[in-house]
């Protein structure tokens, strides 16, 4: 199973962290990295777009507005949650006083319908 990451953390918490902590921190990125998993650290320059009607609306800021800024994402395919979790426990934003949220991917690259699951199903 795929599963997105979508790595929070404050800069100011990074730059607290010695050079060191922060090389033994980047290492589990580079373990994830060599198993071929997608790692990527993102600016905080964020431009929402929303079309509503057709009409564009773009905004300079991010649509969820996180008190956590968004630093960076992967994709990672593992086993189940549990080696999903394993994986990112040891990331930048896991250690460092932020966060990694994982979500599931049902379709990437391609799409492929899946009817909505009603809760009574």
């Known amino acids: 199973m795929k599963y997105l990451c979508l790595a929070y953390g404050a800069e100011k ?3 607290a962290l010695s050079a060191e902590e ?8 580079e373990v ?13 320059e964020t431009v929402t777009v929303r079309s509503p009607g057709g009409m564009t609306r773009v905004e300079q800021r991010a649509f969820a507005g996180p008190a ?3 630093a960076g994402f992967g994709i990672i395919d593992a ?11 040891d990331t930048p ?8 949220e994982l979500r599931p991917i049902f379709a ?12 009574g199903a």
Do not use: F, K, T
């Open 13 to 15: 918490d990074w730059i």
């Open 79 to 89: 086993a189940d949650l549990d080696e999903a979790i394993a994986l990112v426990a």
């Open 22 to 29: 922060q090389r033994a921190l980047l290492e589990q990125d």
């Open 93 to 100: 934003c896991a250690r460092a006083g932020g966060a990694v």
């Open 108 to 119: 990437m690259n391609e799409w492929s319908y899946r009817p909505a699951v009603s809760a």
């Open 68 to 70: 956590v800024p968004l």
């Open 32 to 44: 994830m990295r060599q198993r071929g998993d997608l790692v990527a650290a993102v600016r905080n």
